[in-house]
Protein backbone atom coordinates (compact mmCIF):
# COMPACT_ATOMS: atom_id res chain seq x y z
CA UNK A 1 0.00 0.00 0.00
CA UNK A 2 0.80 3.80 -0.35
CA UNK A 3 3.16 4.85 2.17
CA UNK A 4 3.61 8.85 2.50
CA UNK A 5 6.29 10.91 5.20
CA UNK A 6 6.09 14.11 5.84
CA UNK A 7 9.04 16.54 6.97
CA UNK A 8 9.50 18.50 8.95
CA UNK A 9 7.46 17.60 11.99
CA UNK A 10 7.63 21.03 13.78
CA UNK A 11 8.31 24.24 11.83
CA UNK A 12 8.57 27.73 13.59
CA UNK A 13 8.93 31.07 11.06
CA UNK A 14 9.11 34.71 11.40
CA UNK A 15 5.90 36.33 10.53
CA UNK A 16 6.28 37.71 6.37
CA UNK A 17 8.54 34.63 5.99
CA UNK A 18 8.38 31.56 4.11
CA UNK A 19 7.63 28.03 5.01
CA UNK A 20 7.68 24.96 2.99
CA UNK A 21 6.52 21.58 3.96
CA UNK A 22 7.89 18.34 2.54
CA UNK A 23 6.02 14.64 1.69
CA UNK A 24 7.59 11.76 -0.33
CA UNK A 25 5.04 8.67 -1.37
CA UNK A 26 6.27 5.29 -2.53
CA UNK A 27 2.78 4.55 -4.60
CA UNK A 28 4.16 5.62 -8.62
CA UNK A 29 -0.08 4.96 -9.56
CA UNK A 30 -1.19 7.74 -6.53
CA UNK A 31 -2.26 10.54 -9.28
CA UNK A 32 -3.81 13.08 -6.44
CA UNK A 33 -2.22 14.96 -3.83
CA UNK A 34 -4.04 17.47 -1.67
CA UNK A 35 -2.78 19.75 1.29
CA UNK A 36 -5.48 20.23 4.44
CA UNK A 37 -4.89 22.50 7.33
CA UNK A 38 -6.21 21.66 10.73
CA UNK A 39 -6.59 24.26 13.65
CA UNK A 40 -7.01 22.59 16.82
CA UNK A 41 -9.93 21.08 17.66
CA UNK A 42 -11.26 21.62 14.24
CA UNK A 43 -11.86 19.77 10.87
CA UNK A 44 -9.03 19.70 8.62
CA UNK A 45 -9.94 21.66 5.97
CA UNK A 46 -8.53 21.29 2.36
CA UNK A 47 -6.15 24.12 1.05
CA UNK A 48 -5.03 23.49 -1.78
CA UNK A 49 -4.56 20.00 -4.31
CA UNK A 50 -2.56 18.74 -7.11
CA UNK A 51 -3.51 16.35 -9.80
CA UNK A 52 -0.46 14.13 -10.94
CA UNK A 53 -1.05 15.52 -15.15
CA UNK A 54 0.33 19.28 -13.37
CA UNK A 55 3.38 20.32 -11.63
CA UNK A 56 2.61 22.93 -10.07
CA UNK A 57 -0.29 24.69 -8.88
CA UNK A 58 -0.61 28.32 -7.11
CA UNK A 59 -3.42 29.99 -5.21
CA UNK A 60 -2.85 33.46 -4.03
CA UNK A 61 0.02 32.76 -0.91
CA UNK A 62 -0.31 28.59 -1.14
CA UNK A 63 1.54 26.85 -4.00
CA UNK A 64 2.10 23.03 -4.29
CA UNK A 65 4.62 21.34 -6.41
CA UNK A 66 5.22 17.64 -7.53
CA UNK A 67 8.55 15.91 -8.99
CA UNK A 68 6.46 12.55 -10.00
CA UNK A 69 9.98 10.96 -10.86
CA UNK A 70 11.03 11.54 -7.30
CA UNK A 71 7.62 11.07 -6.04
CA UNK A 72 7.69 14.06 -3.92
CA UNK A 73 5.24 17.15 -3.60
CA UNK A 74 5.86 20.08 -1.43
CA UNK A 75 3.46 22.79 0.11
CA UNK A 76 5.00 26.37 0.21
CA UNK A 77 3.35 28.86 1.78
CA UNK A 78 4.64 32.67 1.52
CA UNK A 79 4.47 35.97 3.47
CA UNK A 80 2.96 34.13 6.36
CA UNK A 81 0.96 35.65 9.19
CA UNK A 82 -0.47 34.41 12.46
CA UNK A 83 -3.30 32.61 11.22
CA UNK A 84 -1.73 30.82 9.13
CA UNK A 85 -0.18 28.49 12.50
CA UNK A 86 -1.63 25.53 12.40
CA UNK A 87 -1.23 21.37 11.67
CA UNK A 88 -0.89 20.82 7.83
CA UNK A 89 -1.21 17.34 6.57
CA UNK A 90 -0.64 15.71 3.27
CA UNK A 91 -1.84 12.94 1.10
CA UNK A 92 -1.15 11.02 -1.68
CA UNK A 93 -3.81 8.67 -3.54
CA UNK A 94 -6.91 8.88 -5.70
CA UNK A 95 -9.23 11.59 -4.34
CA UNK A 96 -13.18 9.71 -4.81
CA UNK A 97 -10.64 6.30 -3.06
CA UNK A 98 -7.85 5.55 -0.40
CA UNK A 99 -6.16 8.58 0.40
CA UNK A 100 -2.95 7.74 2.90
CA UNK A 101 -2.15 11.02 4.77
CA UNK A 102 1.30 12.00 6.29
CA UNK A 103 2.13 12.45 9.85
CA UNK A 104 1.39 16.40 9.55
CA UNK A 105 3.32 19.71 10.23
CA UNK A 106 2.82 21.67 13.46
CA UNK A 107 3.45 25.66 11.90
CA UNK A 108 3.87 28.56 13.92
CA UNK A 109 4.23 31.61 12.80
CA UNK A 110 6.00 33.80 15.03
CA UNK A 111 4.85 37.79 15.46
CA UNK B 1 -24.52 24.64 1.35
CA UNK B 2 -24.55 22.31 3.90
CA UNK B 3 -21.04 20.24 4.79
CA UNK B 4 -20.62 16.90 6.52
CA UNK B 5 -22.40 16.33 9.44
CA UNK B 6 -21.77 14.11 11.91
CA UNK B 7 -23.27 13.29 14.92
CA UNK B 8 -22.74 13.39 18.21
CA UNK B 9 -19.69 16.41 18.37
CA UNK B 10 -18.87 14.38 22.28
CA UNK B 11 -19.05 11.17 22.94
CA UNK B 12 -18.34 10.14 26.80
CA UNK B 13 -18.93 6.40 27.58
CA UNK B 14 -17.84 3.28 30.06
CA UNK B 15 -15.96 0.72 28.71
CA UNK B 16 -18.08 -2.75 27.28
CA UNK B 17 -20.44 0.30 26.40
CA UNK B 18 -21.66 0.22 22.61
CA UNK B 19 -20.77 3.41 20.98
CA UNK B 20 -22.37 4.41 17.32
CA UNK B 21 -21.58 7.53 15.22
CA UNK B 22 -23.33 9.09 12.57
CA UNK B 23 -22.82 11.11 9.33
CA UNK B 24 -24.46 12.50 6.55
CA UNK B 25 -22.58 13.47 3.73
CA UNK B 26 -22.77 16.32 1.11
CA UNK B 27 -25.71 16.10 -0.87
CA UNK B 28 -24.89 14.75 -4.12
CA UNK B 29 -21.53 12.64 -2.96
CA UNK B 30 -21.37 9.14 -3.32
CA UNK B 31 -17.99 8.64 -1.20
CA UNK B 32 -17.88 8.69 2.37
CA UNK B 33 -15.11 7.77 4.33
CA UNK B 34 -14.42 6.95 8.01
CA UNK B 35 -11.28 7.96 9.44
CA UNK B 36 -10.03 7.79 13.18
CA UNK B 37 -7.58 10.53 14.05
CA UNK B 38 -5.63 9.93 17.59
CA UNK B 39 -1.83 11.48 18.49
CA UNK B 40 -0.02 7.90 18.20
CA UNK B 41 -1.10 7.26 14.95
CA UNK B 42 -2.34 10.61 13.09
CA UNK B 43 -4.61 10.36 10.99
CA UNK B 44 -6.23 6.54 9.43
CA UNK B 45 -8.58 5.86 7.09
CA UNK B 46 -11.26 2.90 8.95
CA UNK B 47 -13.60 2.13 5.28
CA UNK B 48 -14.89 4.06 2.61
CA UNK B 49 -17.62 3.28 0.79
CA UNK B 50 -18.64 3.99 -3.27
CA UNK B 51 -22.39 4.39 -3.80
CA UNK B 52 -23.74 2.58 -0.78
CA UNK B 53 -21.10 -0.17 -1.28
CA UNK B 54 -18.19 -0.64 1.46
CA UNK B 55 -15.09 -0.62 -1.08
CA UNK B 56 -12.43 -0.69 1.64
CA UNK B 57 -12.41 -1.96 4.88
CA UNK B 58 -9.10 -3.18 5.73
CA UNK B 59 -8.49 -0.17 7.74
CA UNK B 60 -11.28 -1.29 10.42
CA UNK B 61 -9.15 -2.45 13.42
CA UNK B 62 -11.35 -5.37 14.17
CA UNK B 63 -14.38 -6.91 14.44
CA UNK B 64 -15.62 -4.72 17.48
CA UNK B 65 -15.61 -2.15 14.68
CA UNK B 66 -18.62 -1.83 11.91
CA UNK B 67 -19.66 0.51 9.30
CA UNK B 68 -23.15 0.72 7.41
CA UNK B 69 -24.48 2.88 4.64
CA UNK B 70 -27.93 2.36 4.41
CA UNK B 71 -28.72 5.06 1.93
CA UNK B 72 -26.98 7.77 0.15
CA UNK B 73 -27.37 10.35 2.79
CA UNK B 74 -26.79 8.20 5.86
CA UNK B 75 -24.07 6.26 7.47
CA UNK B 76 -22.85 4.59 10.66
CA UNK B 77 -19.87 3.95 12.79
CA UNK B 78 -20.44 1.25 15.07
CA UNK B 79 -18.26 -0.24 18.44
CA UNK B 80 -19.19 -3.25 20.20
CA UNK B 81 -17.94 -3.29 22.54
CA UNK B 82 -15.92 -0.17 23.39
CA UNK B 83 -12.82 -0.15 24.83
CA UNK B 84 -10.63 2.67 26.28
CA UNK B 85 -7.89 2.26 23.22
CA UNK B 86 -11.19 3.06 20.81
CA UNK B 87 -10.64 7.18 22.62
CA UNK B 88 -9.76 9.36 19.14
CA UNK B 89 -11.79 11.71 16.95
CA UNK B 90 -13.81 9.94 14.30
CA UNK B 91 -14.09 12.25 11.32
CA UNK B 92 -16.39 11.08 8.37
CA UNK B 93 -15.69 13.02 4.46
CA UNK B 94 -17.34 12.65 1.77
CA UNK B 95 -16.52 12.99 -2.09
CA UNK B 96 -17.70 12.96 -5.48
CA UNK B 97 -17.13 9.39 -6.48
CA UNK B 98 -15.49 11.05 -10.31
CA UNK B 99 -12.12 11.54 -11.32
CA UNK B 100 -10.00 13.02 -8.56
CA UNK B 101 -12.20 14.88 -6.14
CA UNK B 102 -11.73 16.49 -3.28
CA UNK B 103 -12.77 14.77 0.77
CA UNK B 104 -14.42 17.11 2.45
CA UNK B 105 -14.41 16.27 6.21
CA UNK B 106 -17.17 16.68 8.87
CA UNK B 107 -16.09 18.61 12.48
CA UNK B 108 -15.64 15.31 13.78
CA UNK B 109 -17.05 13.42 17.02
CA UNK B 110 -14.74 12.85 20.04
CA UNK B 111 -14.99 10.03 21.98
CA UNK B 112 -13.77 9.17 25.12
CA UNK B 113 -14.20 5.62 26.56
CA UNK B 114 -13.43 5.27 30.23
Known amino acids: GENVEQHPSTLSVQEGDSAVIKCTYS??????FPWYKQELGKRPQLIID?????GEKKDQRIAVTLNKTAKHFSLHITETQPEDSAVYFC??????????FGTGTRLTIIP | DAGVIQSPRHEVTEMGQEVTLRCKPI?????LFWYRQTMMRGLELLIY????????DSGMPEDRFSAKMPNASFSTLKIQPSEPRDSAVYFC????????????FGDGTRLSIL
Open chain 2, 93 to 104: ASSLAQGNQPQH
Open chain 1, 27 to 32: DSASNY
Open chain 1, 50 to 54: IRSNV
Open chain 1, 91 to 100: AAGFGNEKLT
Open chain 2, 27 to 31: SGHNS
Open chain 2, 49 to 56: FNNNVPID
